[in-house]
């Protein structure tokens, strides 16, 4: 009975690794398409044509993400904004939307 706990605990470790490992593909990709849209201006459709691709489709749902059309909408938002994922992700940049927020609701 140890074993198998000890190799289902193995095999879920793996499986999150696994899906981390495609989540930064799709950054990666986002980070592509932002680099696209300021060089060229074609951000969005570019990310839009990734996702909806059978690459795109098998990347995203590797990390755990339901490749539908509202998340390629979000991808395409995303892109538009021009807002690099490390930027996004960090702190700094979550803090300051929380402030907007709260001072958009204040008004």
Not at 64 to 69: A, F, R, S
Request: charged share 35%.
């Amino acid at each position: 009975m140890r074993d198998f706990v000890d190799g289902t605990a193995f095999n879920n470790e793996q499986g999150n690794r696994a899906r981390k490992l495609f989540a930064a593909v799709v950054l990666a990709a986002l980070d592509d398409a932002i680099a696209d849209d300021k060089k060229y201006g074609n951000g969005p459709e570019q990310i839009a044509r990734w996702a909806r691709s059978r690459d795109g489709r098998e990347v995203l749902s590797c990390a755990g993400i339901d490749p539908n059309e509202r998340v390629v909408q979000g991808l395409m938002e995303f892109v538009g904004k021009g807002v690099r994922t490390s930027v996004a992700l960090s702190r700094e940049e979550s803090e300051r939307r929380h402030a907007a927020e709260q001072e958009a609701r204040a008004a």
